[in-house]
């Protein structure tokens, strides 16, 4: 691992100071003074101990192009969600309903390994996909109904969606 430098060290403790204060404040859902300042020095202590481990940006992630994609990718994640969950319900619901397990295998464009951890997450999140290993750029997938075993129509299929806006985040 790189070693890094100082203002990288400075940029990765508050973006995941900034992060973990979110996700206080949102599962403590107050803003009483007590909780903030426990919320700052705890997510301040955590931020500074982790800085080589779990963070991957600087602060142009907090760029307003790429806030604004995040948030959309939120919403488009949610959707995706909601259509794969409908589908797998019906699925169970109806077992008369053909169903054509199998792996699939495509390639992706994101550049770093956070990027692609995202995707992978993303796919796994939205039920009747699972991935199950990334192998440089290849993801290997599992799907509940394989319509194609074409690379690009797999992809099209499964990943495109998020790997387009992905890419605007993180690139």
């Not at 940029?11 to 007590?34: C, D, E, G, P, Y």
């Not at 991935?131 to 992809?155: L, Q, R």
């Amino acid at each position: 691992m790189k070693s890094l430098t100082f203002n990288e060290k400075l940029a990765r403790f508050f973006i995941n100071w900034l992060f973990l204060m979110i996700v206080w404040i949102a599962f403590t859902t107050s803003f009483n003074k007590q909780e903030v300042i426990a919320g700052v020095f705890v997510t301040m202590l955590i931020s500074f101990f982790s800085i080589p481990l779990f963070t991957c940006c600087t602060f142009k992630i907090l760029a307003p192009k790429r806030i604004f994609y995040m948030v959309y990718y939120l919403l488009i994640f949610i959707r995706e969600l909601i259509k794969s969950n409908l589908d797998v319900a019906r699925r169970v619901l109806t077992p008369s309903l053909p169903i054509n397990p199998g792996i699939v295998k495509f390639k992706s464009k994101l550049p770093t390994d956070y990027s692609k951890m995202v995707l992978a997450n993303s796919i796994t999140l939205t039920p009747g996909t699972l991935s199950i290993d990334i192998i440089d750029d290849t993801f290997y997938i599992h799907w509940i109904d394989v319509k194609t075993t074409d690379p690009e129509e797999a992809y099209t299929e499964i990943a495109e969606t998020f790997e387009k806006i992905l890419l605007k985040i993180f690139v």
